[in-house]
């Protein structure tokens, strides 16, 4: 969770002052993005490039995994989460923005063969994505994957999925995407089903870096979910991991609640300050639930 502005000047400023070995990297994404800016009708279709260009490099730092020890622990973690949280074999699981498959590659080989299906934008990393299914032996699960170009799922049935996901795209996303996606989800949703994002958190100013990272406050999200006839909760216990995104359950208002360690927003004392489930007043700051050795070092 952020609370300070990292798009103002003051702290890019600052931020270069400490990293200086960063700057030429920056400038070089600076102006790649904004050539792409220029050359693309809209943001799909903008950060639809943007995925290109990174899957050319390298299809896992294009999912925002630096080494394949981090992809292979950001999957784990995604997977286990969902696991503890509800994911049963027999559910019928969509991913948004399924990527080359860091966290798929495990759901399709805990589901039953034939449910899980995966969506993205980039054509490009669905290509990386079939080389995961090859590579991780997962090609008699007969998962699906499908380029889209927008949010709306109109080549899917109603009331088709128990469980989606969405990892790391609501971070890229401005505002009137997340909305798109909200306005049609519950139409693919099943009455029980449920609809997990993670989103860049800030209780400061909400803003963007380079139209590529996303910062929301969290009662945004959730009263636009509100807006579209959803329920959302604030997924409190996933701020506990190795991560630095925040997540968000969405349900229909009539769906049972949420399972796990999990608040419809985070609770605040008389002065404001966040609770623990106890109700206790804690630090803002995050705590850590302990992991395996090496997953937490691959997350650093």
Sequence with gaps: MHSHNRASIGHQIKYALRRPQRIPRHVRRLSRNAWLRLSTRDHID????????????????????????????????????????????????????????????????YLDTGNYYGIDISPDVLMAAQGTLVDHGLRDKLPHLMPVKDLRFAALPDEMFDVVHA????????????????QHIGRIMKPDGWFDFTFDRTEGKEHQILREDFYYRTETLLALADKHGLRGTFMDDWERLRH?????????????????????????DEAGRPKDEAGRPKDERREQRPEASQMAQDLR
């Design 46 to 109: 903008y950060y639809r490039a943007v995925m290109k260009s990174d899957v050319s490099r390298s299809s896992e730092r294009a999912v925002g995994s630096k080494s394949h020890g981090r992809w292979l622990a950001l999957g784990q973690m995604q997977f286990d989460y969902l696991e503890r949280h509800g994911l049963r074999p027999e559910h019928r699981m969509l991913e948004i923005g399924c990527g080359n498959l860091r966290a798929g590659r495990l759901f399709i080989d």
């Design 167 to 182: 990892h790391s795209v609501f971070s890229h996303s401005p505002l009137h995407v997340i909305e798109e996606c909200f």
């Design 244 to 268: 630095r995104q925040s997540k968000i359950r969405v349900t229909h208002p009539g769906a049972a609640p949420v399972t796990g360690r999990a608040a419809a927003g985070r609770p605040k």
